[in-house]
T-cell receptor
Framework: GEDVEQSLFLSVREGDSSVINCTYTDSSSTYLYWYKQEPGAGLQLLTYIFSNMDMKQDQRLTVLLNKKDKHLSLRIADTQTGDSAIYFCAETRMDSSYKLIFGSGTRLLVRP | EADIYQTPRYLVIGTGKKITLECSQTMGHDKMYWYQQDPGMELHLIHYSYGVNSTEKGDLSSESTVSRIRTEHFPLTLESARPSHTSQYLC?????????????FGDGTRLSIL
């Protein structure tokens, strides 16, 4: 979506860290989410962060939020070939909390 | 794991046929959604529902219709399928409340109209 932007493609070597970036425009965003989509499948919720937090860590995943710059990132430590997928950033807003605004997705390719 | 199910997973059918895509969830969620997604592309919201007997059009215009007669069931219907309807259709649901209510997705239906 035009209000949530992501880079289209990222390629990393197995074992390296991956960082997927996302920018959003609406300052009323409440929750920000990362979803993973494997080929031919639906979206799997990976993690989320509330807009008053700066960082959230969950095993190999670290989410960083810079609210001033409206920038969200997802870091995957020790990236594995099974992490190859499309990663979508999404936000909800105070004025429409039931809707998700999605980015266009970042395709992550993990090379052996 | 979220308990939301879509059938069929794949459907190849000729132009002009009536199609119903099924979506069911066992989580008691009030809100349900349908998205249309071309392979590897962004998601577009086409329909959503706040609860039983509630249906709303989403951000992307669609010739499909939906109904919500039961909380757990949110079918999507195309009265006369056309090749332009070829896409993947994803169903999702979320709980009520003003706090964090992430959407949980089904595995999708990949629809091909010949």
């Amino acid at each position: 979506g035009e209000d949530v932007e992501q880079s289209l493609f990222l390629s990393v070597r197995e074992g390296d860290s991956s960082v997927i970036n996302c920018t959003y425009t609406d300052s009323s965003s409440t929750y920000l989410y990362w979803y993973k989509q494997e080929p031919g499948a639906g979206l799997q919720l990976l993690t989320y962060i509330f807009s008053n937090m700066d960082m959230k860590q969950d095993q190999r995943l670290t989410v960083l939020l810079n609210k001033k710059d409206k920038h969200l990132s997802l870091r995957i430590a020790d990236t594995q070939t099974g992490d190859s997928a499309i990663y979508f950033c999404a936000e909800t807003r105070m004025d429409s909390s039931y809707k998700l605004i999605f980015g266009s997705g970042t395709r992550l390719l993990v090379r052996p | 794991e979220a308990d939301i199910y879509q059938t069929p997973r794949y459907l190849v059918i000729g132009t002009g046929k009536k199609i119903t895509l099924e979506c069911s969830q066992t989580m008691g969620h009030d809100k349900m959604y349908w998205y249309q997604q071309d392979p590897g592309m962004e998601l577009h919201l086409i329909h959503y529902s706040y609860g039983v007997n509630s249906t709303e059009k989403g951000d992307l215009s669609s010739e499909s219709t939906v109904s919500r007669i039961r909380t757990e069931h949110f079918p999507l219907t195309l009265e006369s399928a056309r090749p332009s309807h070829t896409s993947q259709y994803l169903c999702a649901s979320s709980g009520a409340g003003s706090g964090n209510q992430p959407q949980h997705f089904g595995d999708g239906t990949r629809l091909s109209i010949l």
